[in-house]
């Protein structure tokens, strides 16, 4: 399941980061739109780096999809510059599974307040928000952010 709110606001990023991929705005958005039902119909939470990757994943299927296709109709796979590469491209795929592992490793062992902020920012609430919502004091909020940030970056440095 994934909130509709994180859809909408991550919607232009996530289709552009596509579309640089692929080369085609159409092959971008039907790729999102089907991650976008796949998260919807799902069980489990998705933030918005499983809704990018989940449409990563639904892009580098369809390029498969459409190198096959020109195969079959040409006797050969495309060599235009609108194909990337899919073996590099998975390579890439690959690193930042592990990089979002490493992360929600990381994440595993923050406080309770620091799982509560980074959840609510990564939905998109502001800090405001954030402290009404949980009940804390504004600036707890905010340093619960900036040591959650502090001990990714010291991890991945």
């Keep these: 399941m994934i909130q509709e709110s994180v859809i909408k606001t991550f919607r232009n990023y996530i289709v552009n980061q596509l579309t640089s991929m692929c080369g085609s705005r159409e092959m971008a958005e039907d790729a999102f739109q089907d ?93 405001v928000e954030i402290s009404e919502k949980e009940k804390m004091n504004i600036n707890t909020a905010l340093g619960a952010w900036h040591h959650g940030v502090e001990l990714l970056r010291l991890t991945f440095n």
């Design 35 to 127: 991650a976008c039902i796949s998260c919807l119909n799902s069980e489990r939470e998705y933030l918005v780096g499983g809704l990018y990757m989940a449409a990563k994943r639904k892009m580098i299927d369809y390029l498969r999809a459409e190198k096959r296709r020109m195969k079959s109709e040409y006797g050969k796979y495309p060599e235009s510059i609108h194909f990337v590469d899919l073996l590099e491209l998975e390579e890439k795929e690959e690193r930042e599974q592990r990089i979002l592992k490493d992360v929600q490793d990381i994440i595993l062992n923050f406080t309770p307040n620091q799982k509560k902020v980074f959840a609510h920012r990564l939905n998109g609430a502001t800090f």
